[in-house]
Structure formats: structure tokens, C-alpha cells
């Protein structure tokens, strides 16, 4: 383990604690909020945030302190520091892009249904077809 190594996973560390506070003081914020569209949607962002805030640091603190792989020798040039990965690692890419993809989804939803407040404002959006946009 080198320093750099220490100093990122500190700071991803601390960085990922300071977002679970504040994605909490959002959720508990939006959820006193009367209900609507928005307000889920809100929710639902901070919510994934927060499963960002808790997971992704932990991941790649795990993964900075694995032990670095040696270069293989009995294969051809291409192949010597690849192999295949395991069923932790794939689990772990899994949840790793899902966690750092969903938000972006969450926030273009939310920025679609506010064009549609702002350009039809005097129509009741509904809940249902943002859940089928969200589907």
C-alpha cells in the first residue's frame, strides 16, 4: 500500500460520510414536503445518493488496499496483466455502475417533467406516466 493509496481512500472515506449526512438532511427535508412528482423524484435521488455515499467509498477503499497483481510471464505480450474476473468483482461492477449511472437517470427524468411544468402549466402531471418514463 502506498500513499497515495492511503490518501485517496481517506479522502473518498470522508468525502462519502459527508454526502450521507447531507443526503440524509434532503431525504428528511423533501419528505415534509407535500406530496408530488417532484418530491418522489427528489426522494428517490437522494436516496440513490446516499447508496452511492455508502457503497462506492467502501469499494474503492477495498480495491486500493488489494495487493497489486504481478505481470505473467507464460503468455503471450497482450495477455499478461489481464485475467478473468471474479464473481465478487463482477457483483461489485455491477452494483458500482449502477449506483454511479441511476442519478444521472433520476436527475434527466426530473428535468423533463419540470420542461413540462414549465411548458404546460396548467395540466396535472401524472404519476403514472413518470413511472412509465422511469420503468
Known amino acids: 500500500?502506498?500513499?497515495p493509496d492511503i490518501i485517496?481512500?481517506?479522502?473518498?472515506?470522508i468525502i462519502g460520510f459527508v454526502g450521507l449526512v447531507l443526503n440524509l438532511v434532503v431525504f428528511s427535508h423533501e419528505l415534509r414536503k407535500r406530496s408530488s412528482v417532484?418530491?418522489?423524484?427528489?426522494?428517490?435521488?437522494?436516496?440513490?445518493?446516499?447508496l452511492?455515499?455508502?457503497?462506492l467509498p467502501l469499494v474503492f477503499s477495498i480495491r486500493a488496499v488489494q495487493p497489486r497483481e504481478e505481470c505473467r510471464t507464460d503468455c503471450?505480450?497482450?495477455?499478461?496483466?489481464s485475467r478473468t474476473a471474479t464473481v465478487m468483482e463482477r457483483v461489485s461492477g455491477t452494483i458500482t455502475w449502477t449506483l454511479v449511472t441511476t442519478?444521472?437517470?433520476?436527475?434527466?427524468?426530473l428535468?423533463?417533467?419540470?420542461?413540462?411544468?414549465?411548458k404546460y402549466p396548467f395540466r396535472q402531471l401524472k404519476r403514472r406516466n413518470v413511472w412509465l418514463l422511469t420503468g
Open 1 to 3: 500500500i502506498t500513499s
Open 103 to 109: 442519478p444521472n437517470d433520476i436527475a434527466g427524468i
Open 76 to 81: 503471450p505480450e497482450y495477455q499478461r496483466y
Open 38 to 50: 417532484a418530491r418522489d423524484l427528489y426522494m428517490m435521488l437522494s436516496l440513490v445518493d446516499f
Open 111 to 118: 428535468s423533463i417533467t419540470r420542461y413540462l411544468k414549465i
Open 52 to 55: 452511492s455515499c455508502l457503497i
Open 8 to 13: 485517496l481512500t481517506s479522502t473518498s472515506l
